[in-house]
Nanobody, 123 residues
């Protein structure tokens, strides 16, 4: 059974930084793509960033490009989302998710999900 456990959310002021972690377990993540999504109240879940496990190719939503960085630690089976220059509009529940073989920007493209971690950015 695949498990994804997010941590690192919290309350931060605009302009500040947070780092989210997603610890993965349960099967090999070779050939996988790990993604971060977020969902604000009353809005649909949206793509934030993704990274391919094998090569480490990265993908970002335009809204976070240049501010957020996704990375992975193979030895720890953990994916990170470093969030800098935070804005109030970044406030949302952040989820990590995993799929195998290929990249998707849609939530429906991912098979397993974590429980989510709240990020709140105050102005």
């Amino acid at each position: 059974q695949v498990q994804l456990v997010e941590s690192g959310g919290g309350l931060e002021q605009a302009g500040g930084s947070l780092r989210l972690s997603c610890a993965a377990s349960g099967r090999t993540f070779r050939d996988s793509t790990m993604g971060w999504f977020r969902q604000a109240p009353g809005k649909e879940r949206e793509f934030v960033a993704a990274i391919t496990w094998n090569i480490g190719s990265t993908y970002y939503a335009d809204s976070v490009k240049g501010r957020f960085t996704i990375s992975r630690d193979d030895a720890k089976n953990t994916v990170y989302l470093q969030m800098n220059s935070l804005k109030p509009e970044d406030t949302a529940v952040y989820y990590c998710a995993v799929r195998w073989f290929g990249v998707s920007y849609l939530p429906t493209g991912y098979k397993y999900w974590g429980q989510g971690t709240q990020v709140t950015v105050s102005s």
